[in-house]
Nanobody
């Protein structure tokens, strides 16, 4: 059974940092595109960051310069380092894998594996 399990969410003050981790099991995703998305109630799932199998990264404008996505293929993990957090970053963050492609995508529909999500709350 394939699973993606996120960890590292929590409550932080504005300007603070959090590091999210996503551990995959059941198969390896070393050649797959990986991504982070977030969602607040009533809104669609929003692309945050993506990373190719080779390590090439891409970010949404809202997090560029503050967040960093990385991967460790040997450990089958993906991370999201979030700095200078703002209250508007508050959301449930999801890790996703696209087993069909090595290239990142900002479309949630392209990803076929998802974690259960981890809550990030940024207080003002």
């Amino acid at each position: 059974q394939v699973q993606l399990v996120e960890s590292g969410g929590g409550l932080v003050q504005a300007g603070g940092s959090l590091r999210l981790s996503c551990a995959a099991s059941g198969r390896t995703f070393g050649s797959s595109a990986m991504g982070w998305f977030r969602q607040v109630p009533g809104n669609e799932r929003e692309f945050v960051a993506g990373i190719n199998w080779s390590g090439y990264t891409y970010y949404s404008n809202s997090v560029k310069g503050r967040f960093t996505i990385s991967r460790d293929n040997a450990k089958n993990t993906v991370h999201l380092q979030m700095n200078s957090l703002k209250p508007e970053d508050t959301a449930v963050y999801y890790c996703a894998a696209d087993s069909k492609s090595y290239r990142w995508s900002d479309a949630a529909s392209n990803y076929d594996y998802w974690g259960q999500g981890t809550q990030v709350t940024v207080s003002s």
